[in-house]
């Protein structure tokens, strides 16, 4: 769990909080109330919420399976190809 801090305290007691960074600990620094930075491990990867684990999954299954824009396949040649562009346009508009 992140803990709040006065930038004041990290000054003083910095070798103590280091030590408790390395040990896994983050922290939040505080300056006039105002969270200013923080204060976390390097190595250590980001837990996800499992509500955040659900949204990543979602975005991954999204991006899987497309949008339905309804243009078609597009290769990279045709999407710089205005004229062709124009004429599918024109194609769908007509169906």
Request: no cysteine; aromatic share 6%; net charge positive.
């Given at each position: 769990?992140?803990?709040?801090?006065?930038?004041?305290?990290?000054?003083?007691?910095?070798?103590?909080?280091?030590?408790e960074v390395e040990a896994?600990?983050?922290?939040?620094?505080?300056?006039?109330?105002?969270?200013?930075?923080?204060l976390t491990p390097v190595a250590r990867?980001?837990?996800?919420?499992?509500?955040?684990?659900?949204?990543?999954?979602?975005?991954?299954?999204?991006?899987?399976?497309?949008?339905?824009?309804?243009?078609?396949?597009?290769?990279?040649?045709?999407?710089?190809?205005?004229?062709?562009?124009?004429?599918?346009?024109?194609?769908?508009?007509?169906?």
């Amino acid at each position: 769990m992140t803990k709040i801090v006065t930038l004041r305290d990290v000054n003083q007691q910095f070798a103590r909080y280091l030590r408790e960074v390395e040990a896994g600990e983050e922290f939040v620094i505080t300056r006039n109330g105002k969270p200013v930075a923080r204060l976390t491990p390097v190595a250590r990867r980001r837990v996800l919420t499992p509500r955040q684990r659900a949204a990543w999954e979602r975005i991954e299954a999204r991006m899987r399976e497309g949008w339905p824009l309804g243009a078609g396949k597009l290769d990279r040649d045709a999407l710089h190809d205005r004229e062709a562009m124009r004429r599918e346009f024109l194609r769908k508009d007509a169906d």
